[in-house]
């Protein structure tokens, strides 16, 4: 025999074993499994992207610079004077970000006709130190960033992250691989995965507001807390209700627009009965159902209190689920997992009233870190000082689509709401 024909002999063999041991292992387990393997893939994808992200030096040596400011407040007070003239330079500890999220070497003496929405200004970086700050105050009430969100942290305009195009397993598993059971010698079906790359694009988000004069006039360390409370909360709600309700058009793209998300029937027009919850609790990938977390508009809270096993429209002849008397406090919780209230879901009656999401799919592309601005005068006439925040963020669903059970035909989703119709 030659060495070619007993290669290509160790070489058939080889891969006759693979496909036997592949069809072995795929014949003993299940959709959990299944869903197990997505997830890796997920945090592999993610893994990788991260691995490449490297820090501009220009920000570290920036971050380091504005280490010498004793506050916030210290920080914004400069800002002000440079842009009403008082100073002549520009303070070394500041450092300027242009409308990219790029490190510029020119900074206007003044802001000018300081506009939310004006793309060809940037402002001044807020270091980490200070930023931390208002990343607390926006998580205070998010929902999506702060429980369990797959943060990604951008140095480019687009990050591309791969996924399987997985919509079924009757047939076919991870986007396309398909084993069957052969005879000895037998033709083997050829299969191969679907792949695809999903492309995070940052947005960017800009809030402004006012302080007079005199608050400054008094001390910049008064200006600090106010700063802090309107900027962070502004910025998280306006954030958080984009990573739920976005369309994608100029903002991130939420989850109730995500093209994987599953929607579960009602039983009566306007209300939440026991028997949408199981069925929304069914519709929850497998390997998810100890991660997932439900969310309600407040005005479901009522449906819930009364929420009990019968089918009467009122907590009449029902056995009560949340509550025995009006005196207790309720458990917020449904099938064990916790439950968040935000007004940020859909009104009462509406898709999206109730959810109950696995937010670990739903990915968060940090592009531009906070800057802040200043101009004196947009509100002169007011002696007041216009204050301006500007980030970038991106944001959707990792999963492109629904997947289908291989036996039974039900389909499931890291994130399922509770439809606006009965059927």
């Known amino acids: 025999m030659k060495e070619t024909e007993l290669n290509d002999l160790i070489n058939d063999k080889v891969q006759k074993t693979v496909e036997e041991k592949t069809s072995e292992i ?66 070394p500890r500041l450092t300027y970000l ?8 020119s900074v206007a003496k003044t802001a000018g006709h300081m506009e939310i929405g004006d793309d060809t200004q940037g402002g001044f970086l807020v270091p980490e130190i200070y930023r931390n700050e208002l990343y607390m105050i926006a998580l205070e009430n998010a929902v999506v960033r702060p429980n ?40 083997k079906t050829a299969t191969k995965p679907t792949f695809g790359q999903m492309e995070l694009t940052p947005h960017k988000l800009a809030g402004m507001t006012y302080s007079s004069d005199e608050l400054l006039a008094d001390s910049a360390i008064a200006l600090q807390p106010l700063i802090y409370k309107m900027f962070g909360s502004a910025w ?28 579960v029937y009602r039983n009566t027009a306007n209300m939440v009965y026991y028997q949408d919850l199981a069925e929304m609790y069914q519709s929850m990938l497998p390997s998810s159902l100890s991660h997932a977390k439900w969310v309600i508009n407040p ?31 309720p458990v917020w919780k449904i099938f064990g997992r916790p439950v968040i209230i935000s007004e940020k879901m859909q009104g009462l009656g509406t898709a999206g009233d109730i959810g109950f999401f696995d937010f670990r799919y739903y990915l968060i592309g940090d592009r531009q870190p906070i800057t802040i601005d200043a101009s004196t005068h947009l509100r002169f006439d007011y002696d007041e000082t216009a ?19 291989r036996y039974g035909g039900h389909t499931y989703s890291p994130f399922v709401v509770l439809h606006a119709n009965t059927s």
């Open 26 to 91: 795929l014949a003993t387990v299940g959709d959990d499994y299944i869903q197990d393997k997505l997830k890796e893939q997920l945090d592999d994808a993610v893994k990788s992207v991260k691995a490449d992200v490297k820090v501009d030096p220009e920000i570290e040596t920036a971050e380091e610079k504005a280490k010498d400011f004793n506050s916030f407040g210290e920080m914004l007070g400069t800002i002000r004077n440079y842009r009403k003239g008082n100073v002549r330079e520009l303070d």
């Open 98 to 105: 242009d409308s990219r999220g790029n490190v510029s070497k």
């Open 148 to 187: 369990g969100a797959t943060v990604i942290k951008m140095t480019t305009d687009s990050v591309k992250i791969p996924y399987v195009d997985d919509t079924s397993h009757a047939s076919t598993v991870f986007g396309g691989v398909n084993a069957s059971w052969t005879a000895e010698a037998a033709q």
């Open 236 to 263: 998280g709600y306006y954030e958080d209700d984009a990573f739920i309700n976005g369309t994608g058009a100029g903002q991130p793209l939420g989850i109730l627009n995500c093209g994987c998300l599953k929607t």
């Open 299 to 329: 005005e479901v809270m009522a449906e819930l209190l009364e929420l009990g096993s019968g089918s009467s429209a009122d907590a009449s002849g029902k056995n009560l689920i949340y509550i025995d008397k009006a005196q207790d406090k």
């Open 387 to 405: 204050w301006r925040f500007v980030l970038r963020v991106a944001g959707q669903c990792w999963p492109q689509s629904t997947i289908t059970s």
